[in-house]
């Protein structure tokens, strides 16, 4: 796979007259753990060499809410590093890794039912203790995009944090906004 990899960055075909390219880049799927994943991320790119600032989070989303609070959920922000090659000038594959600070909420003890608000206890929620736990994780990420023209991209990524907490991951489908490229001059 690496062989792979460094044979498609001799042949990277996109042209940069200029410095520095970047995007900012959202994204939405599937998670562990049944949940929602979603990220927002902005890169700064230098030939293929890209530095990112990244936040994510894995969350369950119920359209008709009968359950306790708090609603479970794991997040990050962090600073990734990593390469991105470009393949025949309308697709590119990134791949980072970096470091981010974790923050999980999950459920603790049984409080109380607030069964005493107005409307009595038919929408009556359980409440539980809040446990919140921080820590640094190590962030992953693999992204494929498609080019759709020198401002935006079409991508498909995964992305992972480890950590000591609750690692978690995500398989993602999202678009990308920025300065990506340069116009390319077609010559007959």
């Known amino acids: 796979m690496l062989f792979f990899i460094d044979a498609l960055a001799q042949q990277d075909t996109l042209h940069q007259r200029r410095k520095t390219y970047f995007g900012l880049g959202f994204s939405l799927g599937g998670g562990g753990n049944r949940g929602l994943y979603g990220d927002v991320d902005f890169y700064l790119q230098k030939k293929n ?6 936040t994510s989070a894995i969350e369950r989303i119920k359209i008709f809410y009968f359950g306790g609070l708090p609603e479970p959920r794991i997040s990050d922000i962090g600073i990734l590093v990593g390469k991105s090659y470009t393949i025949n000038r309308r697709h590119y594959f990134k791949f980072g890794a970096g470091i981010s600070l974790v923050d999980q909420i999950s459920r603790g003890a049984f409080l109380y ?6 409307g009595g206890c038919l929408f009556s929620n359980n409440v539980y203790e809040t446990i919140r736990k921080k820590t640094i994780g190590l962030p992953l990420e693999i992204t494929y995009g498609l080019y759709l023209d020198r401002t935006a991209a079409v991508t498909v990524g995964f992305s992972a944090n480890l950590n000591n907490v609750q690692s978690f991951y995500g398989i993602s489908v999202g678009l990308v906004l920025g300065r990506l490229k340069d116009k390319v001059n077609r010559e007959y």
């Open 113 to 118: 039912n607030d069964c005493d608000r107005p």
């Open 49 to 54: 060499s890209y530095i990112s600032l990244k």
